[in-house]
């Protein structure tokens, strides 16, 4: 039978089954793959290590690639068009007449060739070592795979003058000197990270004496190159597969291959800060890793692409430097900018350091390290990091009558506040999740530039050139436990949209349950009335969002119309299904589960508000908003949506803003800037309907809204005064309660509903909630 096969197939390509019938894996002219055959593989080596054929990068976008064969999810090698993938239908690799191979596209134009022309009597073949190669008909080797590596080097396989490896702006070279480097290569800038610019070449360990430009890894798991660079695998030995990648963020890492597990294991990496990669939040942005990679941009400035990390961030406002009495300092705590200064100087207070800048008109910013009294000015803010073990603070330069609100970053359609997903797990590496991570790591290897093709494929047969700005934005997502889906896969999940479990103002959410049986909540989204570049650059914000108490964000799904978010599948309801109205004993939350959400619900606004220099506010939180776990755990809803909900200007209305009545603090009325306290405001109303278990916040007329929220909280205060928390708490709990808790919990939620500036924020919130948190379970006891 399986010879049989063979013939009718032998014809057109081999493949594996037939290797005992064919003794040599090769092709001969004439041979030819087909894209729709893309399930059978091309060549593979004799040693089944390796293959080669069509590889689906996203729908209708494939790459003629190598790949290991025996890994869970491919991991590509190589790819003859890692940058213009060809379309699903109608490209074809031939080895042709002339002998030239050939990887053509739908329309017939030629994507790439391996410009071979010897004639009939060619042959390809995939070696053991993953090497595709044309060889004439003597045997002499025409071409090969492994003089034009992509983004990996593979065991045997030499960087040499001229080749490089290259991930987005990244890359791995030999410089002009002889050195083995790493350069990030941007818009802007290029600049050299590795070996660290802040030495020498001697310094670095390296040489600039040997000319001969070649790095190789060995067999063993030693990564050796001319310059004397000689690194090696942490589980160096023979007998391990290894393969040696720069990533999408820069970094350049070697893996090993653990057979039992099917996975990679990361045995060696050049940075092991990733905010030592240069280039990463572009000009003006500052790095963080905390540990996972974030960017955010100084106060003063803001994005300059909401779409693109790459171009960094933008002063918001026109410098001039005709009154330098008008400019002030805001400090950011233990933080640098590497290199870029304008003047060096010892022994200086802070005071003169300051000075210096205000008297420099290119001055933006200075780094002051206070021990040792060093001022250093700067000019521009370039490969700017946080980190705790920095011994001093930066201080940007900004005009004085700079609106506060601006300057914290504050608002309700805030920057892009975090980008990459930098630990290593998330490169597929001994993570249990491995479905997840390895499909990401072949996806970011690829670089999955050309996923953005899933997003727009619609056009893509004629419209390569429609590819997003967001680039950037659409690889990296990929690499974050986040991705695209297609409306089908989506319409199939909710079998086509049949039970819906929610709505909301910005869509209808329905469960749906994927073939691998993971239940999820689609959400639909209506109103959407924004570009898709925006909405990827609103999906980047949201997918990159991860705590415990935030609904977690698995995908997304944009066809032209079609805009879906795929959410985590919460177990329970909403709050408020447990706290108003006819709720019958079993389901009626008892004192510790209501402390619990509130605390969980403050960690979750705090989280959003706090963990980086750029904030999201939530802006519509209430009960309905707070989900609720099988265990009772708070999970906040729909944030991030804020910008996408959006109208314009022009029908811009009480009834168009975003929140809800009853939750919403006074100042969106007042038409005041929004900040970060308008969440405080309608976390204090949830506060105290949790503790009162009845709604505060409705059947209240718009207009009479505030004169009864301020009479109970009048009456509320008093019964604070005298102690009397009792007649405050929600009657069905029948005393079972902590007073001292309540009491916290009014007061706070008390504080909450002030005029914004006395409002606490949700970080001081969480410190006062875990101050009277007990960790031990015990039943509270009766009153
Ligand atoms: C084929 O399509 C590509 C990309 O869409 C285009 O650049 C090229 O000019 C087309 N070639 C022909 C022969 O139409
Ligand atoms: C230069 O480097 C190559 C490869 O590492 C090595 O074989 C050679 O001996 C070196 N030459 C000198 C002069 O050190
Ligand atoms: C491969 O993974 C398994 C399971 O995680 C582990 O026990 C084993 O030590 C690993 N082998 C190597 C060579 O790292
Ligand atoms: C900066 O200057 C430009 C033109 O000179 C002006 O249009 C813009 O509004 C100014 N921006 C600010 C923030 O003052
Ligand atoms: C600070 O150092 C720069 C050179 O780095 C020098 O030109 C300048 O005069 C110094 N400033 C003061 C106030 O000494």
Request: glycine letters at 8%; a neutral charge.
């Amino acid at each position: 039978m399986a010879k049989f096969l063979c013939l009718i197939i032998l014809p057109l390509l081999i493949v594996l089954p037939c290797s005992y019938a064919l003794p040599q894996l090769m092709l001969t002219t004439g041979s030819s793959l087909h894209v729709e055959e893309h399930s059978q593989t091309f060549l593979i080596s004799p040693n089944a290590d390796f293959s080669c054929g069509f590889y689906e990068i996203g729908r209708n976008a494939f790459s003629f690639s190598i790949w290991f064969t025996n890994t869970i999810e491919k991991t590509i090698v190589w790819s003859a068009n890692p940058k213009s993938p060809v379309n699903g239908r109608g490209s074809m690799v031939l080895l042709n007449h002339n002998g030239n191979l050939v990887l053509t596209d739908v329309n017939g134009s030629v994507t790439w060739d391996s410009k071979t022309s010897s004639g009939e009597g060619t042959i390809v073949s995939l070696l053991d070592i993953g090497n595709l190669i044309v060889k004439d008909s003597t045997g002499t080797i025409l071409w090969e795979s492994f003089s034009s590596p992509t983004d990996t080097l593979l065991p045997l396989q030499s960087l040499r003058k001229g080749t490089k490896l290259v991930s987005s702006y990244y890359s791995l070279y030999f410089d002009n000197d002889n050195v083995l480097r790493l350069m990030y290569d941007g818009p802007d800038i290029s600049s050299i990270y590795w070996p660290s610019a802040g030495y020498s070449v001697s310094e670095n360990g390296r040489t600039s004496y040997n000319s001969s430009r070649i790095a190789v890894l060995d067999t063993e798991g030693f990564f050796l190159s001319s310059d004397g660079l000689n690194v090696k695998a942490s589980d160096w030995g023979t007998g391990v597969k290894r393969r040696l990648t720069i990533g999408y963020d820069g970094n350049l890492r070697m893996y090993s291959f653990n057979a039992s597990t099917g996975s990679w294991i990361l045995s060696w990496e050049a940075i092991a800060e990733m905010c030592n990669v240069h280039g990463i939040c572009g000009q003006n942005g500052i790095c963080e890793y905390l540990p996972s990679l974030r960017c955010s941009c100084p106060p003063g400035y803001e994005m300059t692409d909401p779409s693109n990390w790459n171009k960094g961030c933008q002063l918001q406002f026109n410098k001039s430097c005709s009154k330098t009495e008008q400019f002030d300092f805001i400090k950011v705590h233990q933080s640098d900018c590497y290199g870029f200064d304008l003047t060096y100087n010892q022994s200086f207070s802070l005071a003169e350091c300051k000075k210096i800048c205000l008297d420099i008109c290119s001055c933006s910013a200075f780094t002051y390290k206070t021990g040792s009294a060093l001022c250093y000015t700067k000019a521009v803010l370039f490969n700017c990091f946080r980190s705790p073990n920095f011994p001093g603070d930066n201080y940007i330069k900004v005009p004085k009558n700079m609106d506060t609100s601006k300057q914290s970053g504050l608002t309700c359609n805030p920057g892009i506040p975090v980008v990459l997903q930098g630990s290593a797990s998330m490169y597929g590496i001994n993570d249990g999740n491995k479905s997840y991570t390895t499909y990401y790591v072949f996806a970011a290897i690829l670089g999955a530039i050309v996923l953005l093709f899933i997003g727009t494929s619609w056009s893509f047969l004629y419209s390569k050139q429609n590819i997003p700005k967001s680039m950037e934005a659409g690889y990296r997502m990929v690499m974050s436990q986040f991705r695209m889906f297609t409306y089908r896969e989506l319409r199939e999940a909710t079998g086509k949209f049949k039970e819906e479990i929610g709505r909301g103002a910005s869509g209808i959410v329905y469960r749906g349950v994927f073939e691998d049986k993971r239940v999820v909540a689609v959400k639909k989204l209506t109103n959407i009335s924004h570009s898709e570049e925006e909405f990827w650059a609103e999906m980047n914000i949201i997918g990159r969002i991860n705590h415990m108490n935030l609904v977690r964000m698995w995908g997304f799904c944009s066809e032209g119309q079609h805009k879906l978010l795929v959410y985590e599948y919460v177990e329970n309801e909403s709050l408020e299904k447990f706290i108003f109205g006819e709720v019958s004993t079993e389901r009626l939350l008892s004192w510790s589960q209501r402390f619990k959400i509130a605390l969980g619900t403050a960690r979750g606004l705090a989280y959003l508000h706090h963990e980086c220099l750029e904030w999201v506010i939530h802006c519509d939180i209430k009960p309905e908003n707070i989900l609720l776990s099988r265990d009772f755990e708070a999970k906040i809803a729909d944030f991030g949506l804020a910008k996408l909900s959006k109208r314009d200007s022009s029908s811009f209305n009480l009834t168009h803003m975003r929140g809800t009545m009853g939750y919403m603090a006074p100042e969106w009325a007042l038409n005041l800037p929004i900040n970060a306290k308008v969440d405080v405001y309608s976390y204090g109303v949830v506060l105290l309907e949790l503790v009162t278990g009845s709604r505060i916040s409705s059947g209240i007329a718009v207009d009479g809204k505030e004169v009864e929220l301020r009479q109970f909280v009048q009456a509320v205060k008093e019964l604070l005064v005298s102690g009397d928390v009792k007649d405050i708490i929600d009657t069905r709990l029948h005393g079972h309660f902590k007073p001292e808790q309540v009491v916290v919990l009014v007061k706070l939620a008390l504080s909450c509903l002030e005029e914004r500036n006395s409002r606490p924020t949700m970080n001081e919130i969480v410190k006062a909630l875990l101050a009277c948190d007990d960790h031990d379970n015990h039943p509270a006891y009766s009153w």
